[in-house]
């Protein structure tokens, strides 16, 4: 069971006391943010690179909303 404490404060989302698992899911979705920006800026971005990106983001949103109990 995950000691993770999620919370809504002000209308976003806090995570804290994370336990390694859920740390690790974080860290992806921050890093799939990162390398997803990093290509859409890109005006070379081809089909295929769009909607592999928009799956890994779609995952990592998943993920978190998974961690915070919304799936």
């Given at each position: 069971?995950?000691?993770?404490?999620?919370?809504?404060?002000?209308?976003?989302?806090?995570?804290?006391?994370?336990?390694?698992?859920?740390?690790?899911?974080?860290?992806?979705?921050?890093?799939?943010?990162?390398?997803?920006?990093?290509?859409?800026?890109?005006?070379?971005?081809?089909?295929?690179?769009?909607?592999?990106t928009a799956r890994a983001l779609a995952d990592?949103?998943?993920?978190?909303?998974?961690?915070?109990?919304?799936?």
């Open positions: 069971m995950s000691l993770t404490k999620v919370e809504m404060i002000g209308g976003a989302v806090w995570i804290s006391d994370l336990d390694p698992e859920d740390a690790a899911l974080i860290r992806n979705a921050s890093a799939v943010l990162d390398h997803a920006r990093a290509l859409l800026r890109s005006p070379e971005l081809s089909a295929h690179e769009a909607r592999f990592a949103l998943y993920d978190v909303l998974v961690l915070n109990g919304q799936r």
